[in-house]
């Protein structure tokens, strides 16, 4: 659309040739400019829902605007000197923008189903005085965490359905349901889910973290508000360094380099009132519920 809109601008006797059409302009070119805006904002207005992630949007436009190349096609196809040769570079747009439009809006119904399912958490006991933090969540395809480690408890992984890569020290283990794993204190980890499927664990921490809880909950829910990669990432620098901080994840290797911006961005962020703000939206509601 970007070439077509500025090839109308820069070259509109060539444009309408490539279009199917032949008028007489005797030098005006006021509809080709016309024509040739349009199909540069068209473009320009795909490509910015493109690079910002926007499928619904890009769904919707692209299948409303199969009317586009639709009606391109029936007028180039009235006039008696085009024959269906002509036509073809409007059907192949009318089969693209339709197709590709439902694809997408199809891909966001199954995006919006999958944030969903890796949104799931419960907390069967909560951290106090001498009782563990007992957590069940998903964990969904390629979801995963580097390498860390924590110094304030242990964390024991039990795999209740599906199967969870974990690695510990300088092993690589491959749970499977009904297997656990405990990772002691200061022990380098990291867990991945390598299948095509979601992987269901209970996490079990000795002595209980309600920092931990709330660092699982807000990331679960910033996942199911597509905040969050695939990876279960938070896409904002100052939540991810909010969720190491909560987390008590020790950072290893050359990631270490960058630990004293994450602390400095976790406390700018808890300053800024960023933690309150998720704590309400996504540990508050949470707690109440859960009462």
Same mark, same amino acid.
């Given at each position: 659309?970007?070439?077509? $809109?500025?090839?109308?601008?820069?070259?509109?006797?060539?444009?309408?040739?490539g279009?199917?059409?032949?008028?007489?302009?005797?030098g005006?070119? *006021?509809?080709?400019?016309?024509? =040739?805006?349009r199909?540069?904002? *068209?473009?320009?207005? %795909?490509?910015t829902?493109?690079?910002?992630?926007?499928?619904?949007?890009?769904?919707?436009? @692209?299948? +409303?605007?199969?009317?586009i190349?639709?009606?391109?096609?029936?007028?180039?196809?009235g006039?008696?000197?085009? =024959?269906?040769?002509?036509? +073809?570079?409007h059907i192949?747009?009318?089969?693209?923008?339709?197709?590709?439009?439902?694809?997408?809006?199809?891909?966001?119904?199954? #995006?919006?189903a999958?944030?969903?399912? /890796? $949104?799931?958490?419960? %907390?069967?006991?909560?951290?106090?005085p001498g009782?563990?933090?007992?957590?069940?969540?998903? %964990?969904g395809?390629?979801?995963?965490t580097?390498?860390h480690?924590?110094?304030?408890?242990?964390?024991?992984?039990?795999v209740m359905?599906?199967?969870?890569?974990?690695?510990?020290?300088?092993?690589?283990?491959?749970?499977?349901?009904? &297997?656990i794993?405990?990772?002691q204190?200061?022990?380098?980890?990291?867990?991945?889910?390598?299948?095509?499927? &979601?992987?269901?664990?209970?996490?079990?921490?000795?002595p $209980?973290?309600?920092?931990? &809880?709330?660092?699982?909950?807000?990331?679960?829910?910033?996942?199911?508000?597509? #905040?969050?990669?695939?990876?279960g990432? !938070?896409?904002?620098?100052a939540? @991810?360094?909010?969720?190491?901080?909560?987390?008590?994840? =020790?950072?290893?290797?050359f #990631?270490?380099?960058?630990? !004293? @911006?994450?602390?400095?961005?976790?406390r700018?962020?808890?300053?800024? =009132? /960023?933690l309150?703000?998720?704590?309400?939206?996504?540990?508050?509601?949470?707690m109440?519920?859960?009462?």
């Open positions: 659309m970007i070439f077509i $809109g500025a090839r109308f601008l820069l070259s509109p006797e060539m444009a309408e040739a279009y199917g059409i032949h008028f007489s302009e005797q005006d070119y *006021s509809f080709h400019y016309i024509k =040739g805006i199909d540069l904002f *068209s473009g320009l207005l %795909i490509c829902l493109v690079l910002s992630r926007q499928t619904k949007a890009l769904g919707i436009t @692209l299948f +409303i605007g199969t009317m190349p639709l009606a391109d096609m029936l007028i180039v196809l006039k008696d000197y085009n =024959g269906i040769t002509q036509a +073809i570079p192949s747009a009318i089969i693209i923008c339709f197709s590709c439009g439902i694809y997408f809006l199809i891909n966001r119904k199954k #995006q919006k999958n944030n969903d399912n /890796r $949104g799931f958490i419960k %907390i069967i006991q909560s951290a106090s009782k563990d933090s007992v957590i069940e969540f998903s %964990i395809p390629n979801e995963k580097p390498w480690y924590h110094n304030l408890f242990s964390e024991s992984f039990e359905d599906g199967e969870l890569e974990v690695g510990k020290n300088n092993e690589v283990l491959q749970l499977k349901a009904g &297997e794993v405990t990772i204190p200061d022990e380098k980890h990291y867990f991945n889910n390598i299948s095509n499927d &979601e992987c269901l664990v209970k996490v079990t921490l000795t $209980g973290n309600k920092n931990f &809880e709330k660092a699982l909950l807000i990331s679960k829910g910033l996942a199911k508000d597509g #905040q969050a990669s695939t990876a990432t !938070p896409k904002r620098i939540d @991810l360094a909010l969720f190491v901080y909560l987390n008590n994840s =020790g950072m290893v290797g #990631q270490k380099i960058a630990a !004293p @911006l994450f602390d400095w961005l976790a700018r962020a808890i300053k800024n =009132g /960023r309150k703000e998720l704590e309400l939206k996504y540990y508050g509601i949470y109440a519920l859960s009462v």
